[in-house]
């Protein structure tokens, strides 16, 4: 009976929060409509940003990949390539496509340590256009490094297989200028490009992904950032910004020490370590989700990529929430700490075992006994049908705001997928979240001999 | 036990309502957008022909028509945001006639009524409009409906449209007034959207500039990057001994960067100044200047904490011809940690960047850099072997 | 039948020798007169337009025929240019509302005003008129006449100033081609050779800086000038575009006065 209830306190709590993003929904969908992008993408007085771009053996997208961010609507911007010791032709490249020269002598004023850096390379015909080469390092060690260097205010980490949208960038700085001093971090908002039409480095026309695996990550991710994200931010409870895309204030990422190397989750562990910060220091602060700005991600379409990546999100969060298990309940960090944290490690680092152990109750009782089989029905019809609920409740978000997908199959396609996804693939989900676990208490029992991850799968995902 | 149930087979039995409802409203929302899409693609190739001829037609004098025929609610939107948007693109003659025509067709009566609407949306979709049509009569009601609101994302979009229609300099100050008085740093946000005023900016600036509140002065001389206004050069003079610490760094900045003659007094106070902001501006200005007496002052700033200050008095030592690379080189070989680094960090570039210049007179200039160069530091390709790595010269990220 | 062809000819030609010796007459007042033609040529077209013409009280006009191009003529003297221009419209509507499967095709000008009513002229109207391949009213131009154009590329990503922009410079006797991004404007430039290239900053596929240098390394004859159209109004931006050889560089919102004279001032 427990597991029951606990379905439903669960479910509770995921439609309070989709509560929430329904309260803002309407703010944003009429501050995206009204504001004049054009304007504000010549002005003098947009904060300038430095965009990061770590890429590890990316030869094959790279160029794409820095044509697009080089055509950003924005005023004053530089895009810092970091080459983290590709053992692919990566850096050569775009030595060659861009005509860059070794810089003899470069100033790099920031003091985060980092693995050595082999060289800068620039040319001037490209004024934004800086990349750094250094050893190999990890993702989080890649970003540091372009931190070091960067020029400006702001920093914007983007992931080297994502493309922006032309705005995507003047949206987070307008919501960012409108709150200068309080904003740490802002998240955009991630989607899945798979069965996009992609042209001239930029998504043209908007569709559903094609293959089944792409297109449930499509809901999950709608679900997640629409649903989610939107009540969280409201709330001021954010515990991740994506590391496909996310503004911050450098002097508080070098306040906090940079990226933590090594390990996944880099991208949580910012955002929990600014949290942190600002809370322990009493400043005011905000991190906060923008909708409006849109990056556009390769999502992964085989078994054995997804299955990955999941493993590595799970080990990630697991490890992001073991270390700060410190702000559990500790009313000193508000909301983060007396909500998001518990309700974190609750209800999404500890959700597959009370599953687990719910349905096997469940299965074990009716087992002994046939006639309790509604029991097991209403289980898992209850499980079946607020998932569902959430789907649809965020596919009318996207639906008021947003409307990217324009087709009327494709709301039929959306709501068919948003089904099935309850039929194997949320069961998998929570297989690999059990299997990333086991994976960090594994690496922990070898603390000493850290291997480092290669982050080409890293940077697939969100 | 089966209490419990009941409660489940509630939940069951909300979750199913909610989700038909979810899926007819989705089905609803989805098939009337896609039919008033179609309907304005109808509507705009229907009025393709007038579009054109507004289009060849609003440079000749006397009135332009109104679109033929009587006209559906969509219609009107349609051509009201077509006007709208040639409105944003023109300046000028152009821009009033269109304006003109949009009162003509009644669109900006139509958007003053809907500013007293009930419901919210409808308000802030007039205010937008309204701003887009230029329409000053709606500048009062307009300050009342940001007067009266939370601060928020929304505000922005009705300060921009009092911003837009506003024709007299104290609507301006008022919604700037009102815009700041959340408390919140947006002096760049809210430069941005006085600039979007269609009224002479140098009045509106002194305006600002004279402004008791320290918060507007920011704003105004926050907006003066970029622009170049003689007139307000004597109150920025003022401003220079401003008590704000915030306005008188901005106020040094600007003042500095048009390159006006320093008395040595100045100058001495401006490099001794607290805030890095002002003495990193004055040691950038000094470069320029070519005062003799600068070169000491400068040395000693390589040594400042902050590495903006340090790195522009280098720069500007290099500026000052053959004296100031010797200081420079001086400092490079006698001095220690950051003063040392950030010389030497100069040299380099400038010992590289003269290189590829072939005019014959900056051949000269580098010919003598060289010599001096060569004197402190040997006749070597490279000066003096840096550490190469992370770190090199201190940190600070504030720029 | 070789007779009768030339005797058309002399036939057509004389609507024209006499509107032109009429205009010369007249040559003082204001008269705006447009070309219609309708493929197929439609039986009840001349009344119809005739019908239409009388609803609007108090006007005056006249409607001809010229029987070689199947062209109508309609004068409507007192008109200015866009009242013609706007009557024209009136009457493409009307048309198009009142008969199925018609595609009227307009051209029209104003005596006096941008060119003479020679003969030659108004023959040329109507041949443009039988041969126009879009759909829009035309406006004939002095520049037309004299085909001696210079070629303008529009760059810019936005269809209302692309739109506004071909208008106004082929009124002026430009020969315009339209890019929407960076990539085909480029491409563009080296196959077509424009004199001018007028773009926007912000593209999509290459633009900035970048697309100023792209421009100036293509394997063209004379490279073209630029004029740069933006909303970017950053001073460092604007300083290195003229650094990197930009001609002329305008910001938006613009005055399209002042656009034309920076334009022509290129091209002189």
């Known amino acids: ?462 | 036990m089966f209490s419990h149930l009941i409660v489940a087979y509630i939940f069951i039995y909300i979750c199913l309502g909610l989700i038909g409802l979810g899926i007819i409203l989705l089905l609803q929302m989805k098939v009337s957008h896609n039919k008033e899409q179609h309907r304005r693609e109808m509507y705009e190739q229907k009025h393709h022909d007038y579009f054109k001829y507004i289009q060849a037609h609003l440079e000749e004098e006397g009135a332009l028509r109104l679109p033929p025929g009587k006209l559906k609610p969509l219609e009107r939107k349609v051509i009201q945001e077509k006007y709208m948007e040639w409105i944003e693109q023109f300046k000028g003659d152009y821009r009033a006639r269109l304006i003109q025509l949009c009162r003509d067709a009644g669109f900006v009566e139509a958007d003053l009524k809907a500013l007293s609407s009930v419901s919210f949306g409808r308000r802030l979709d007039a205010a937008y409009r309204l701003g887009g049509m230029r329409a000053e009569e709606a500048v009062p009601a307009l300050l009342q409906m940001l007067q009266k609101g939370k601060y928020n994302s929304l505000s922005i979009i009705i300060a921009r449209s009092i911003a837009k229609s506003a024709q007299k300099s104290e609507d301006v100050l008022e919604m700037l007034r009102i815009l700041l008085s959340h408390g919140k740093p947006i002096h760049h946000l809210a430069a941005d959207i006085m600039l979007e005023s269609g009224m002479d900016a140098s009045g509106l600036l002194l305006k600002l500039l004279d402004d008791p509140d320290p918060a507007l002065v920011k704003v105004g001389l926050v907006a003066m990057w970029g622009q170049a206004v003689p007139e307000v050069m004597p109150v920025l003079g003022r401003l220079v001994g401003s008590e704000e610490k915030d306005v008188r760094a901005e106020a040094v900045k600007l003042y500095l960067s048009s390159n006006p003659a320093l008395k040595d007094e100045t100058i001495v106070h401006l490099m001794s100044d607290r805030n890095w902001e002002v003495r990193a501006a004055a040691a950038k200005a000094l470069g320029p200047l070519h005062a003799a007496g600068s070169i000491p002052l400068l040395v000693k700033a390589l040594q400042d904490a902050n590495w903006k200050v340090r790195y522009n008095s280098a720069e500007s030592l290099a500026a000052l011809g053959e004296a100031g690379f010797e200081a420079l080189c001086q400092a490079a070989l006698s001095g220690a940690g950051i003063q040392r680094e950030a010389a030497l960090q100069r040299i380099e570039l400038v010992m590289e960047l003269e290189q590829e210049h072939s005019a014959i007179e900056q051949m000269v200039a580098y010919n003598k850099k060289r010599l001096i160069h060569d004197r402190y530091f040997g006749v070597k390709r490279k000066p003096v072997k840096r550490m190469t790595g992370v770190a090199a010269v201190g940190g600070d990220y504030t720029a | 039948m070789p007779e009768s062809v030339t005797l058309q000819r002399e036939q057509s030609t004389d609507v024209y020798h006499n509107l032109g010796e009429r205009f010369k007459e007249t040559s003082r007042e204001l008269c705006g007169i447009m070309f219609l033609y309708c493929s197929g040529n439609p039986p009840q077209l001349e009344s119809r337009v005739r019908d239409f013409l009388q609803q609007e009280s108090g006007m005056e006009f006249e409607v001809l025929k010229d029987s070689s191009t199947q062209t109508l003529a309609v004068l409507l003297p007192g008109f200015t240019l866009d009242a013609t221009h706007y009557q024209a419209l009136l009457l493409k509507q009307h048309l198009l509302e009142t008969m199925e499967n018609v595609d009227p095709r307009i051209t029209l000008t104003v005596f006096p005003g941008q060119v003479d009513p020679t003969p030659g002229v108004l023959k040329q109207m109507a041949e443009s008129t039988r041969l126009s391949a879009s759909p829009d009213i035309h406006i004939f131009t002095r520049e037309e006449a004299n085909q001696e154009p210079g070629r303008i590329l529009i760059v810019d990503n936005d269809d209302t100033v692309r739109e506004f922009l071909t208008i106004r410079l082929k009124m002026q006797g430009f020969e315009t081609l339209e890019a929407l991004d960076g990539t085909s404007a480029l491409e563009l430039i080296e196959k077509w050779e424009p004199d001018l290239v007028l773009t926007e900053l912000n593209l999509y596929g290459i633009d900035g800086l970048p697309f100023i240098h792209q421009i100036q390394q293509l394997p063209v004859e004379n490279t073209p000038k630029i004029v740069v159209l933006t909303e970017q109004r950053v001073e460092r931006t604007i300083s290195q575009c003229f650094q990197n050889g930009v001609d002329d560089y305008v910001t938006k919102p613009f005055s399209p006065v002042e656009l034309d004279a920076r334009i022509h001032r290129c091209f002189h």
């Not at chain 1, 200028?177 to 069965?195: F, H, K, L, S, T």
């Not at chain 1, 204030?249 to 070098?254: A, L």
């Not at chain 1, 590595?312 to 702000?327: A, D, S, T, Y």
């Open chain 1, 1 to 462: 009976m427990v597991t029951i209830y606990y379905v439903m306190i669960v479910n509770i709590l995921y439609f309070a929060i989709m509560g929430l993003s329904y309260r803002n929904i309407l703010t944003i969908f009429r501050r995206s409509k009204y504001s004049s992008y054009n304007t504000l993408s010549g002005s003098e007085l947009v904060p300038s940003v430095s965009l990061l771009v770590p890429a590890y053996n990316e030869e094959l997208t790279i160029i794409e990949n820095v044509y697009c961010l080089m055509t950003l609507n924005y005023p004053t911007y530089e895009v810092i390539v970091i080459n983290d010791g590709s053992s692919d032709k990566t850096l050569s490249v775009l030595i060659s496509e861009f005509g860059l020269k070794k810089m003899s002598n470069p100033e790099i004023r920031g003091t985060i340590d980092t693995q050595n850096m082999r060289g800068i390379y620039h040319n001037p015909d490209y004024p934004q256009l800086f990349i750094i080469d250094k050893e190999n390092g990890g993702k989080a060690d890649s970003l540091n490094a372009g931190i070091n260097f960067s020029h400006y205010p702001l920093i914007s980490s983007i992931d080297a297989d994502s493309l922006l949208e032309k705005d995507a960038l003047i949206r987070m700085a307008r919501m960012y200028m409108e709150n200068p001093e309080e904003m740490v971090a802002i998240g955009g908002d991630v989607r899945i490009a798979n069965g996009c039409l992609i042209e001239n480095g930029a998504v043209q026309k908007v569709s559903l992904p094609r293959k089944i695996w792409p297109m449930f990550q499509s809901i999950e991710y709608l679900k997640a950032f629409l649903g989610g994200r939107i009540g969280w931010s409201h709330m001021n409870g954010l515990v991740i910004v994506s590391g496909a895309f996310g503004l911050f204030r450098k002097d508080y990422v070098i306040a906090v020490g940079g990226y933590r190397g090594g390990y996944p989750g880099e991208d949580m562990n910012i955002i929990i370590k600014l949290h942190r910060y600002m809370l322990s220091h009493k400043l005011p602060y905000r991190v906060a989700f923008c909708p409006e700005a849109v990056c556009w991600t390769q999502a992964p379409d085989s078994y054995k990529i997804i299955s990955n990546q999941r493993m590595r999100w799970g080990r990630g969060n697991l490890k992001n929430m073991i270390e700060n298990r410190g702000m559990l309940f500790n009313p000193k960090y508000k909301v983060m700490g007396m909500i998001t944290m518990p309700y974190n490690v609750l209800f999404e680092t500890l959700n597959p075992y009370f599953r687990i152990t719910g349905l096997l109750a469940l299965m074990g009782y009716t087992l002994l006994d046939m006639t309790h089989w509604r029991i097991l029905l209403t289980f898992f019809l209850l499980n079946f049908l607020s998932g569902y609920l959430l789907s649809v409740g965020a596919i009318i978000l996207e639906e008021i705001a947003f409307r990217r997908f324009k087709k009327l199959s494709d709301l039929w396609k959306m709501l068919l997928f948003s089904a099935l996804k309850f039929v194997g693939y949320h069961q998998l989900g929570v297989l690999w979240r059990i299997q990333g676990h086991i994976q960090y208490l594994r690496k922990n029992n070898s603390w000493g001999a850290m291997t480092r991850q290669s982050w080409k799968e890293e940077s697939e995902a969100a």
